[in-house]
């Protein structure tokens, strides 16, 4: 029997990124005093720049703040965007953005907290669990469930209204560090399946229902020539670089992703499923496509510029994303289908994000001179105005209002790459709200009857990914270092034939030494603390 709460559960993508060990004390500890600041109704802070707690400009002096991100393939440079050259003459507050890559944005990231060089915020940050719970224990990031109440009006009215936002970001000590990008649009919180219905038209073929059939048709794309150039030049199958084809492919062998994990919980029992028999079908299975190159031969190497720009080409056959921006010139050629049944008859879209989609989006250091007007700053991107500025621009510039929604306008759609170089959210993580009144770039009905196709295999509950307390987030830190390391260099010479099925054995063996089953016990524990 399922616990009452696991209907305010939710899930996380899969943490692959852990934290680095050995981060040096930032500075005080006890950062308290500050995100508990009090003041008067209208305003907080010194009487020289008092910040305000409504309204703007938020404080009357300038002030400026540094703040690291991430930058997507298809970004401009984030202080070319009007929603920050606008927001800096709205808010008087002037944000110099340190920019790194997606491409080794993790390690630059880690390195910002192991060198002890902070900026005065994270944005587009993309910390963990394991990270926001190591850098707040070490007083690098300081609490903000005080800054929340006070200074942050709209993400509070969210977190009271969806009550597993705060349980998720909220540590067993009662502290948030981070804050995350926000979706309450369903169809936004899971990649849609796209395959070319222009090569199934043209060969002939019907959507596959089950992987024998995806097997079936990936090689009627490889050898039937649909493209009609005269050369075998498709790429029957693609997926993000790593280890997401074999996240988007485990439904189909009865592996799902619970408490931000590779774990299934049944009968309220927690069980690590990364050296199972159904695991091992599935690395067989994928195996098979990629000796026959069924799948992308540069799927372990491509970037993720590289894996965006295959989609728009119209020469891939199946992929997955979560909306159709990277292919609209030739939208007409994909439909969204729905994932296959496995040889068991498993059948489920296992990778759904919770209504928190992107954890730890943003989060304020312990150098923050200003973490009041900070925390003023980014809760404008959680209400509906803030979120249309971030995402479209200007009104009359680039988009138009239609029935109370806001639409890019034809002209910036018809110039290749535009819209994500006046937007930060494009390339996803950024904090801030994504609800039905925003989302008419990301959720057209070619997306929508994409999502519906998903929607009868979604899990019927997804269960939290903990946040542990500081001693036994080491203690998973310290496993999961080895293990997921392991996992992951194991699976990728499974799939790509480096390494035999023979030494199936000494896999498992191996997971078993590397303690495995005290992981296991770690996150059912966490589970039954939760379920209390």
Not at 10 to 30: D, H, P, Q, R
Request: hydrophobic content about 35%; overall charge negative.
């Amino acid at each position: 029997m399922r616990k009452t709460w696991g209907r305010y559960a939710f899930a996380t993508m899969l943490v692959t990124g852990l934290i680095v060990s050995g981060c040096s004390n930032g500075g005080n500890g006890n950062s308290n005093e500050k995100a508990g600041n009090t003041g008067d109704s209208k305003s907080s802070g010194s009487a020289e720049n008092a910040v305000k707690t409504d309204g703007f400009p938020i404080v009357d002096t300038p002030i400026k703040l540094k703040m690291f991100t991430r930058v997507a393939p298809v970004n401009g440079p984030f202080k070319d965007m009007p929603v920050f050259q606008d927001y800096e003459k709205m808010s008087n507050i002037h944000v110099d953005f340190i920019e790194a890559p997606t491409d080794g944005f993790a390690e630059k990231k880690n390195l910002l907290f192991a060198s002890n060089e902070l900026p005065d915020a994270l944005y587009r940050s993309g910390l963990t669990q394991l990270e926001t719970v190591r850098y707040g224990a070490a007083g690098q990031l300081i609490p903000l469930e005080n800054l929340i109440d006070q200074y942050a009006p709209n993400l509070k009215s969210l977190m009271d209204q969806y009550p597993e936002i705060r349980a998720g970001i909220t540590t067993p000590e009662g502290h948030i560090y981070a804050i995350p990008g926000i979706v309450t649009l369903g169809s936004a919180r899971t990649d849609k399946r796209w395959i070319n219905k222009a090569w199934l038209d043209k060969l002939g073929l019907k959507v596959p229902e089950t992987t024998d059939e995806l097997y079936e048709v990936l090689k009627a794309f490889r050898d039937g020539d649909p493209n009609g150039n005269g050369k075998a030049d498709e790429i029957p199958m693609t997926a993000r670089i790593g280890m997401p084809i074999v996240y988007q492919m485990a439904g189909a062998f009865g592996l799902d992703s619970q408490l931000g994990y590779n774990i299934n919980v049944e009968n309220d029992k927690v069980h690590i499923w990364s050296g199972d028999e159904q695991y091992k079908e599935l690395l067989m299975y994928l195996n098979k496509l990629y000796k026959e190159k069924l799948i992308d031969p540069e799927i372990f190497s491509h970037t993720e510029a590289q894996y965006l720009a295959k989609q728009g080409t119209g020469n891939t056959g199946y992929f997955f994303d979560q909306t159709n921006n990277n292919f609209l010139t030739i939208q007409d050629q994909y439909i969204g289908i729905a994932p296959q049944a496995g040889p068991n008859g498993d059948r489920l879209q296992s990778q759904v994000a919770p209504v928190p989609r992107d954890y730890g989006a943003f989060a304020i250091t312990s150098v923050n001179k200003y973490p009041e007007a900070t925390m003023r700053w980014i809760d404008y991107f959680y209400s509906d105005e803030g979120s249309t500025l971030l995402r479209f621009g200007r009104e009359g510039e680039h988009y138009e209002m239609k029935d109370g929604i806001p639409y890019y306008k034809e002209e910036l759609l018809n110039v290749a790459g535009a819209q994500a170089k006046i937007t930060p959210y494009a390339g996803g993580g950024a904090p801030h709200l994504i609800s039905d009144k925003v989302a008419s770039f990301i959720n057209p009905p070619q997306v929508q009857e994409a999502y519906e196709q998903l929607e009868p295999y979604l899990p019927k509950i997804r269960y939290a990914p903990p946040l542990f307390d500081e001693a036994t987030a080491q203690k998973v830190n310290v496993l999961r270092n080895d293990i997921d390391k392991y996992f992951e260099e194991q699976s990728t010479k499974f799939i790509v034939g480096a390494l035999s099925f023979d030494k199936w054995d000494e896999f498992q063996s191996t997971l078993k030494k590397m303690n495995i089953a005290d992981l296991e016990k770690l996150y059912q524990d966490a589970y039954d603390k939760m379920a209390k």
